[in-house]
């Protein structure tokens, strides 16, 4: 286990330093001479003021949607429970566009803009635990009453921006999940966050494991499982919430990581939340540093230097075709 932990670290460190040099406006080179302390001014901004945050935005927004995810399918005893189907993502969308078309936040406020994101983020995921909290985490009646939420938050957006139009592009690039243009004061929000609700779900790791052996082996065992899963879903609510509000919606990231973390580090939680936490840093930081190859390419191919592509998009269709394959492998797979 240990050698699996210090490989899956080195893997991260490779990816954070790919994702340092994978963006425009700086060679290679360039991005070498400023950490021997060189470079021009306008080489250390970029590096310092926006390559570098932006890593960390990456990496600590993918722990914490991959810590989330294993949380809710080991509280839910659900394969497909992710942050996707809680309504915390939509509800992220819509605290942000409120706030917005209120004229309490603008999009070149990152503070205001992400209290108004986890807050709708919590907004959402409390909804959802209103609707099944009498059904004791049913996996079918969470999962419908997880679609349905989604679906009407993400109405009410469509009907926020009815009356201001203005916002749909901001509001595509948080549907779609991007680190672009992330700054020191998103990631100054993001770690603190994301530390005490990941210690959190560290002290429930007991309680998470029996949960994921049944109700009535957690009763018997004299847990009491509605309140373990309250504070459960709680951690896992706060930490979607807090991912969200600093890069958008990162589709599959929270449903497909903690499959690959279970795989890796086996049932025992203990292990499994901080790989885990490992795995979806690696993952969403590798995926963000291929946007950003793939970007350099696709504008120099095309002649246009503001095409850029998201990690939402890199996410959501390597994600999906993951999960088809591993459907189809294996159709009757539980838990």
């Known amino acids: 286990m240990r050698w699996r932990f210090l490989g899956l670290s080195a893997v991260a460190v490779v990816c954070a330093g790919l994702e340092l040099v994978a963006g425009r406006g700086m060679t290679p080179g360039a991005v070498w001479d400023v950490l021997g302390g060189g470079g021009d001014a306008t080489e250390r901004h970029i590096f310092l003021q926006l390559r570098l945050p932006r890593m960390l935005v990456a990496l600590g927004a993918g722990a914490s ?66 609707l099944v909290g009498r059904g004791g985490g049913d996996p079918a009646r969470t999962a419908v009453h997880g679609v349905l939420v989604s679906a009407v938050l993400g109405g009410l957006t469509a009907m926020v921006l009815l009356v201001e139009p203005g916002e749909l592009g901001s509001v595509v690039q948080w549907l779609v999940g991007t680190t672009e243009g992330r700054v020191w004061e998103h990631w100054h929000l993001l770690w603190p966050w994301a530390l005490v609700w990941g210690v959190a779900a560290w002290l429930l790791t007991g309680p998470l494991t029996l949960l994921r052996c049944g109700d009535d082996i957690a009763l018997s065992a004299g847990l009491s499982v509605r309140r373990a899963r309250s504070l459960a879903l709680l951690c896992a609510v706060a930490l979607t919430a807090g991912a969200v509000a600093a890069v958008g919606a990162l589709g599959f990231v929270g449903l497909l990581v903690p499959h690959l973390a279970v795989a890796v580090f086996g049932a025992d939680l203990r292990a499994g939340l901080p790989g885990a936490a490992l795995l979806g840093a690696v993952v969403v930081c590798g995926a963000d540093a291929a946007a950003q190859l793939s970007s350099r390419l696709l504008a120099a191919t095309l002649d ?32």
């Not at 659900?78 to 942000?96: D, K, M, Q, R, S």
């Not at 406020?109 to 409390?126: D, F």
């Not at 999960?323 to 797979?333: A, D, E, G, K």
Request: glycine share 14%.
């Open 65 to 130: 949607l991959a810590v989330a995810g294993l949380i809710l399918q080991s509280a839910l005893r659900n394969p497909l429970a992710g942050p996707e189907v809680t309504g915390v993502t939509p509800g992220a969308v819509l605290g942000a566009v409120t706030a917005t078309a209120l004229g309490l936040a603008g999009w070149d406020s990152p503070l205001a803009v992400v209290l108004a994101a986890c807050a709708g983020g919590c907004a959402g995921g409390l909804l959802l635990w209103l």
């Open 304 to 335: 246009s230097d503001r095409l850029t592509l998201p990690v939402g998009a890199l996410t959501a269709c390597f994600g999906a075709a993951l999960l088809m394959v591993v459907v189809r492998r294996t159709p009757s797979r539980t838990f």
